[in-house]
C-alpha cells in the first residue's frame, strides 16, 4: 500500500511558477506509475501528467505540454510537478496518484492510490 502527500501549492499570479511535490511511504514506490491530476469548481477531475516508473515515459494533457513538466526520484520517493506559465485557468486542486500499471494511464479508473489535493490559485 501507498500514502500520497502532495505540497508546494499556493497563490500564484499568471505567468508565475510552482512547483508541487508528491511524497510517498512504502518501499516500494519505484513500482508505481505516477500521475498528477486536477479538478477545478464545478468540473471533473482531469489528467495532467504522468510519469512510468523508471521516469522513461511521461505524458501528458495538451492543455499543459510546454509548460509543466513531471519528474520523480525513486531514492527519495518523490514525484514533481514543475508548473511554469501558470494561467488562471489552471486553478483547481491539484492529486497525486499511484497506479500498479505497466504504463502511465490518463483515466481516473486505473489508478489504486490518492493523494489529498493540494490547492493551486492562479490569480489574472
Known amino acids: 500500500q501507498v500514502q500520497l502527500v502532495e505540497s508546494g501549492g499556493g497563490l500564484v499570479q499568471a505567468g508565475g511558477s510552482l512547483r508541487l511535490s508528491c511524497a510517498a511511504s512504502?518501499?516500494?514506490?519505484?513500482?508505481?506509475?505516477m500521475g498528477w491530476f486536477r479538478q477545478a469548481p464545478g468540473k471533473e477531475r482531469e489528467f495532467v501528467a504522468g510519469?512510468?516508473?523508471?521516469?522513461?515515459?511521461?505524458s501528458y494533457a495538451d492543455s499543459v505540454k510546454g509548460r509543466f513538466t513531471i519528474s520523480r526520484d525513486n531514492a527519495k520517493n518523490t514525484v514533481h510537478l514543475q508548473m511554469n506559465s501558470l494561467k488562471p485557468e489552471d486553478t483547481a486542486l491539484y492529486y497525486c496518484?499511484?497506479?500498479?500499471?505497466?504504463?502511465?494511464?490518463?483515466?481516473?479508473?486505473?489508478?489504486?492510490?490518492w493523494g489529498q489535493g493540494t490547492q493551486v490559485t492562479v490569480s489574472s
Open positions: 496518484a499511484a497506479t500498479t500499471r505497466t504504463w502511465v494511464p490518463a483515466t481516473i479508473a486505473w489508478y489504486d492510490y
Open positions: 512504502g518501499r516500494t514506490f519505484s513500482r508505481y506509475a
Open positions: 510519469i512510468s516508473w523508471s521516469g522513461g515515459s511521461t
